[in-house]
């Protein structure tokens, strides 16, 4: 019923500059909250960035300052932009959305495929 197409990832080197995007396409009537999470190989998933439909904004402590996250309503679009990359940000980074296929109140998850982000010189 619904995709979340993810890109922007791939190799950076220390200090540098990153920018993702994902875009939500099919049956979406309202999304409530996505964001983005990731996951480094030997560790449990986290959260990286959240945003709400009224644009409140959530982040993980280690990339306050940093990171920034936005949205385009109309294109059902979230970007993350990352600066002053570190290694420890290296980890395959994944898009999720809690969104509505009506009107009402049922709220479903969806992921994205994951892309995968290298910090390293």
């Known amino acids: 019923q619904v995709e979340l197409v993810e890109s922007g990832g791939g190799l950076v080197q220390p200090g540098g500059s990153l920018r993702l995007s994902c875009a939500a396409s099919g049956r979406i009537f309202s999304i409530n909250n996505i964001g983005w999470y990731r996951q480094a190989p030997g560790k449990q998933r986290e959260l990286v960035a959240t945003?709400?439909?009224?644009?409140?904004?959530n982040y993980a402590d280690s990339v306050k300052g940093r990171f920034t996250i936005s949205t385009d309503n109309a294109k059902n679009t979230v970007c993350l932009q990352m600066n002053s990359l570190k290694p420890e940000d290296t980890a395959v980074y994944y898009c999720?959305?809690?969104?509505?296929?009506?009107?009402?109140?049922?709220?479903?998850?969806?992921w994205g495929q994951g892309t995968q982000v290298t910090v390293a010189s």
């Open positions: 945003i709400t439909r009224s644009g409140t904004t």
């Open positions: 999720n959305a809690e969104l509505s296929h009506e009107a009402g109140n049922n709220y479903y998850h969806y």
